[in-house]
């Protein structure tokens, strides 16, 4: 594995930690972070959010990482694997520019 | 001198609203019509508005007989319908709904996110109420908003809503 690779997969992890917390702080959930599967769907079956939670965790989430999120791709939203990778490619689109 | 041509531009929205204006977009109606007049307005973004209080408003007969008191859900109320109308401004001028019945869509309280009360409101007050539009996602709209005596800050917070028919 690659020192590249390595990182990529250590920053992938700190990203679902982080919002693992926002999720369970901004919602209050009573749940720890292993509990919750990267791949549930946010809405419906799943964590079952509504969308009263999904503007909560939205905004937690650019407080979090000072970033203005699309709420019109609803893709972004399946879950936190999906809001991970949206995060994870944000993050490329900055370092490009800067 | 040649006469001009006359302007093809839109007209502005209003900026300003009177208490019938806003009785006109509101499904509310005294006493529970909140929002005496709007004094800024930018359409879908952003408003400011007042509310009057007087001694002998029905709200505030039995809070408190001794000492009248606006209540402080009321002072949530009035900002939310602040926004409502912020928000009924931008809608206007579009078509009203077939599957509504005609009737344009409201927006309901969903959930009061945080809000904090700083000083009392008394009969004699005016309020100046603020309402700026934030994030949406789907039907569900984040609102911060706030509520002044003079330059004294009365609450402030923030408030989500949604498009109900």
Do not use: W
Not at chain 1, 25 to 49: H, Q, V, Y
Not at chain 2, 3 to 15: D, E, G, N
Not at chain 2, 42 to 52: A, H, L, S, T, Y
Request: proline share 6%.
């Amino acid at each position: 594995m690659t020192s590249q690779m390595k990182l990529a997969i250590e920053r992938r992890s700190e990203l679902t930690a982080k919002v693992k917390n926002i999720l369970i702080d901004r919602l209050s959930l009573k749940a720890e972070p292993n509990e919750i599967t990267e791949d549930a769907p946010l809405f419906g079956m799943g964590l079952a959010l509504d969308s009263i939670d999904a503007l909560v965790l939205i905004v937690g989430i650019e407080d979090e990482f000072d970033i203005s999120l699309n709420t019109t791709d609803h893709q972004i939203y399946r879950s936190i694997n999906t809001l991970v990778d949206h995060l994870i490619g944000t993050e490329a689109a900055k370092a490009t520019h800067v | 001198m040649p006469s001009a041509a006359p302007s093809a531009r839109a007209v502005p929205a209003k900026q300003t609203l009177s208490h019938r204006e806003i009785a006109e977009l509101m499904p509310h109606s005294v006493p529970f019509l909140l929002v005496d007049r709007v004094i800024e307005l930018e359409p879908g973004r952003r408003g400011k508005g007042i509310k009057n209080i007087t001694v002998d408003d029905p709200l505030l007969l039995g809070h408190f007989p001794e000492q009248p008191v606006m209540p402080g859900v009321l002072i949530v109320e009035a900002c939310g319908q602040l926004a409502a109308v912020v928000c009924a401004a931008e809608r206007a001028h579009q078509p009203k709904l077939e599957s509504s019945g005609g009737r344009r869509p409201l927006e309901i309280l969903a959930m009061i996110e945080r809000f904090k009360f700083l000083r009392i409101v008394t009969p004699g007050d005016q309020l100046i109420l603020e309402a700026v539009i934030g994030k949406q996602f789907q039907n569900m709209t984040r609102i911060e908003v706030s509520a002044r005596v003079g330059r004294n800050l009365i609450a402030e917070g923030t408030l989500l809503a949604t498009r109900g028919s």
